[in-house]
């Protein structure tokens, strides 16, 4: 496990500190963990979007008999602490770059999953009957140096040309008059796709209509090794010995490389970090000259996202930092609140009631991987969604469900998440790797 990754990010006992675990609904269901011995078809490593997806539909349209097992709640990954944008944007890979890898038209599939996959929460939400203040409108991408409008112009017509997306440009008037308004920004591209949520209550949604539908889910059951006996697996918790005819590793920026051996050295986990100020008051707002409630986020590489909660606070993203352990936290937590003075001076002389981190998964491609993970297609993972995950690993969940199921034409899944993880070289220093990108990618969005 890269060192970044520190325990003290694992301690699967404590409840985070966010925003959504404030506010969320309670789960209301009657979980235990795992204890003795058990036994089924299917049994899923991580009760996140992806887990909980595969679950639902293995129960919903095959029948399997499933058990979801987690370390900690439903949700305690980066499915419960998430920025709760429903979006594009799983990859890392640029567009181009893609269509020389993959080709056009897997490259335009890929595009139309992405698309999908927000369909997927909403349908999610409509059918399972989840009150996740789903909100409309789209997101917009907003130039942080002048020199970005080009870029997002470029963008918008290759968009146009590639996908039949249209997108709309924003110069700086348009942002004031949408209620888009920094100082820090010199126009933006606006995207009608994307919705955002409440990730912790759609995750609890989802556990609820698994659980509903006959998947049992069982929490604070931490898998601590696994082994294969004849054709079935043997998963051991601190309390329990689960056999299975398949495995889903469904753990994302959480995976323990040490356990789940298939992933070794093939994933970056990176942080993202929140802070969420107490509730603005209309005066406030409208001094910023923020008051949309579409989701945002700036074009740096190192990016910021941030968009207005339901009861008017002000929620504040940014990827970066390399230190995991607790003694991090109140360096990031102050960096955060530097940028936030910069970009919004208003809301930046608000109280900040929540930070929190969590991790997001990178893999060496810069794409998902969806699919087995050994020859005999009995052990399986989705995962790697480039800190956007919130549709995406709803859908591929549900896809992967329809892979152990060996039904892969109702996968229908794009060649750009089906080619298996690649190792990063020299996989020890992706800590280092890590560092240097930040120091390059910060230094470029700063001057470049
Ligand atoms: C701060 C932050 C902001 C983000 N913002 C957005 C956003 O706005 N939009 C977006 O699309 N995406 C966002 N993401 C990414 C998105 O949240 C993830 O891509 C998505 O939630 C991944 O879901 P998952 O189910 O694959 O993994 P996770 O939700 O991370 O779940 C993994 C689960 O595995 C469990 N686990 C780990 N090891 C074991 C073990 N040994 N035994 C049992 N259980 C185990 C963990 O307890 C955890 O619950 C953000 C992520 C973070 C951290």
């Known amino acids: 496990m890269p060192s970044t990754t520190h325990p003290d990010a694992f301690h699967f006992d404590r409840t985070v500190e966010s925003y959504w675990e404030a506010s969320a609904d309670p789960l209301n269901l009657d979980l235990a963990p795992l204890t003795g011995d058990a036994r089924c078809d299917v049994a899923i490593i991580g ?249 945002a986020y700036d074009t740096r590489n190192l990016l910021h996202y941030f968009r207005l909660l339901p009861d008017g606070r002000f929620l504040f993203g940014g990827r970066g930092g390399t230190d995991a352990s607790d003694g991090g936290a109140e360096p990031m937590k102050a960096h955060m609140i530097a940028t936030l003075k910069r970009m919004f001076p208003v809301f930046g002389r608000a109280e900040i009631d929540y930070f929190w981190r969590g991790f997001v998964c990178l893999s060496r491609d810069l794409v998902p991987y969806v699919g087995a993970l050994d020859d005999h297609r009995s052990v399986w993972t989705s995962i790697a969604y480039h800190g956007n995950g919130v549709a995406m690993a709803s859908y591929c969940g549900r896809a992967l469900a329809h892979l152990i199921a060996g039904k892969p034409e109702r996968a229908n899944l794009p060649a750009v998440v089906t080619r298996r993880l690649a190792p990063f070289p020299a996989a020890s220093l992706r800590p280092l790797y890590l560092k240097g990108a930040y120091l390059w990618f910060g230094a470029k969005d700063e001057w470049l």
């Open 47 to 295: 009760a996140g979007y992806t887990g909980l997806s595969t679950a639902l539909t293995l129960r919903e349209d095959y029948g399997l008999d499933v058990r979801v097992l987690d370390a900690a709640m439903p949700g305690w990954g980066a499915s419960g602490r998430n920025g709760g944008f429903a979006c594009i944007g799983s990859h890392k890979l640029g567009y181009g770059s893609m269509i020389a890898r993959y080709g056009r038209d897997e490259t335009i599939r890929f595009f139309s999953t992405m698309r999908e996959a927000v369909d997927r929460v909403r349908d999610n939400c409509r059918r399972y009957g989840i009150e996740a203040s789903l909100t409309e409108g789209g997101e917009v991408s907003l130039a942080h140096r002048p020199n970005r409008m080009a870029e997002l112009a470029a963008e918008k017509s290759f968009m146009q040309a590639t996908f039949g997306e249209t997108m709309e440009l924003l110069d700086a008037n348009a942002l004031r008059e949408r209620g888009l308004w920094s100082p820090h920004f010199h126009g933006g591209l606006a995207c009608a796709v994307g919705a955002s949520i409440h990730p912790l209550n759609y995750a609890r949604g989802l556990a609820r209509a698994a659980q509903g539908l006959g998947a049992h889910t069982h929490p604070f059951s931490r898998v601590r090794s696994w082994s294969k006996h004849a054709k079935k697996y043997v998963l051991t918790t601190e309390n329990a010995r689960l056999e299975a005819d398949h495995v889903v590793i469904a753990t994302n920026g959480y995976t323990s490389e040490s356990i789940f051996h298939h992933h070794r050295d093939r994933l970056m986990p990176a942080l993202s970090n929140i802070i969420v100020t107490r509730p603005l008051t209309e005066d406030e707002r409208a001094e910023q000259g923020w008051t949309s409630r579409v989701m």
